[in-house]
């Protein structure tokens, strides 16, 4: 596997269901970020860790809960969604400094039901 | 606050035309600009960008030009090809930030 890969790709749950979204970067970087991409809206940062300690926390409510246990990892835990949070999630990566470049996954695409 | 307007699409082209995507921004600070693009099914990746005024990013066949006068960052290619079908996004970082700002994406479209 090579740069920034999500699992899964698809993802339809319902707004009780309990679910996590994966990334993994093969890159060796310390940075990794979640954003959210919904119809229509300019790409929304949600979360950012560099080397294992979220820098970044963009007023994402509490139902999100992101997890950095290593470099290479990143985790979003779901909990009681609502609809309106259907969106594609992001996972990027970048080196270890503000102005790196990020380099981004495929996504995840969330239906919440 | 930061923000960032690009031109509203989808964008339809024939191949071999002459490509402009406009990018207006306010920034709260100096600014670096970026171009990416999400091919379908894929992440965005980085396009070119641009880190001083006058500055101008270039990267396959792609050019924009950091106009700090009109705050406008327009990306453009003199011959698209249908493999550049692809929505592109205009973004921003203020001094040293983990945070881009986006625009909202332009869906182009090539024809063969």
């Known amino acids: 596997e090579t740069g920034v890969t999500q699992t899964p790709r698809h993802l339809v749950m319902g707004m009780t269901n309990k679910k996590s979204l994966k990334c993994e970067q093969h890159?060796?970087?310390?940075?990794m970020y979640w954003y959210k991409q919904s119809a229509k809206k300019p790409l929304e940062l949600m979360f950012v860790?560099?080397?294992?300690?979220?820098?970044e926390n963009n007023s994402v409510p509490s139902r999100f809960s992101p997890e950095c246990p290593n470099s290479s990892h990143l985790f979003l835990h779901l909990h009681t969604l609502q609809p309106e949070d259907s969106a594609l999630y992001l996972c990027?990566?970048?080196?270890?400094?503000?102005?790196?470049?990020?380099?981004f996954g495929p996504g995840t695409r969330l239906t919440v039901l | 606050g930061d923000s960032v307007t690009q031109m509203e699409g989808p964008v339809t082209l024939s191949e071999e035309a002459f490509l402009t995507i406009n990018c207006t921004y306010t920034?709260?600070?100096?600014?670096?600009l970026f171009w990416y693009v999400q091919y379908p099914g894929e992440g965005l990746q980085l396009l070119l960008k641009?880190?001083?005024?006058?500055d101008k990013g270039s990267n396959k066949g792609f050019e924009a030009t950091y106009r700090k006068e009109t705050t406008s960052f327009h990306l453009e290619k003199g011959s698209v090809q249908v493999s550049d079908s692809a929505v592109y996004f205009c973004?921003?970082?203020?001094?040293?930030?983990?945070?881009?700002?986006f625009g909202k994406g332009t869906l182009l479209t090539v024809n063969p």
């Open positions: 990027a990566s970048s080196q270890d400094r503000e102005e790196d470049t990020q380099y």
């Open positions: 890159l060796g970087h310390n940075a």
């Open positions: 860790y560099s080397l294992e300690e979220r820098v």
């Open positions: 920034a709260t600070g100096y600014p670096s």
């Open positions: 641009a880190t001083k005024a006058d």
């Open positions: 973004a921003l970082r203020v001094g040293s930030n983990y945070k881009l700002t």
